[in-house]
């Protein structure tokens, strides 16, 4: 499959919003339950490296984005990851095309550290960020409950060697 990558638009959002539901409908993907309106979306999201993975039909197959980990000027090169996938386009190298652009335009918006929080169970998001040049850093056990049970989340991150 041809995959094609360029920059989110607003216009994007009703195909991004549908995949996000399918993560989140997996149980595994975010302690999200539903997917936002694009305003507060976009608002929770930084500006630089908003990407979407295009079919050679014209479907987005998926995205990715970064969000502040805080508001303190010190961690202004810290970013946190969010990498979704449609159900139909799982496996077939999406994540990893994603994953490889958003370190790069993350790099050239002088991002120094990516990190992830990924449930353990989701064992391809696991894989998919290792293979990103992440490393798992620690885990926080029974951090949130989902749907009355407790969760882990196991913490990932990358430093750049580009940046910092």
């Not at 984005?65 to 386009?89: D, K, T």
């Not at 990893?96 to 990924?118: K, V």
Request: with cysteine; aromatic share 8%; charged share 25%.
């Amino acid at each position: 499959m041809r995959i094609s990558l360029e920059s989110m638009t607003p216009d994007n959002w009703p195909a991004m919003r549908a995949i996000y539901l399918e993560g989140i409908a997996t149980g595994n993907a975010t302690f999200e339950q539903a997917a936002p309106p694009w305003d507060k979306w976009d608002t929770g999201h930084l500006r630089d490296a908003r990407i979407v993975a295009r079919s050679d039909a014209g479907d987005v197959l998926g995205w990715a984005a970064l969000s502040a980990v805080s508001g303190r000027c010190v961690y202004a090169g810290v970013a946190e990851v969010s990498i979704y996938v449609a159900e139909r386009a799982r496996g077939s190298g999406v994540g990893r095309q994603l994953m490889a652009r958003l370190i790069a335009d993350s790099e050239a918006a002088g991002i120094w550290t990516l990190q992830a929080g990924i449930f353990p169970e989701n064992i391809a998001s696991i894989a998919l960020h290792e293979r990103g040049g992440f490393r798992i850093v620690g885990r926080r056990e029974r951090i949130g409950q989902m749907n009355g049970r407790w969760r882990d989340v196991v913490l990932m991150e990358r430093r750049s060697s580009v940046v910092g």
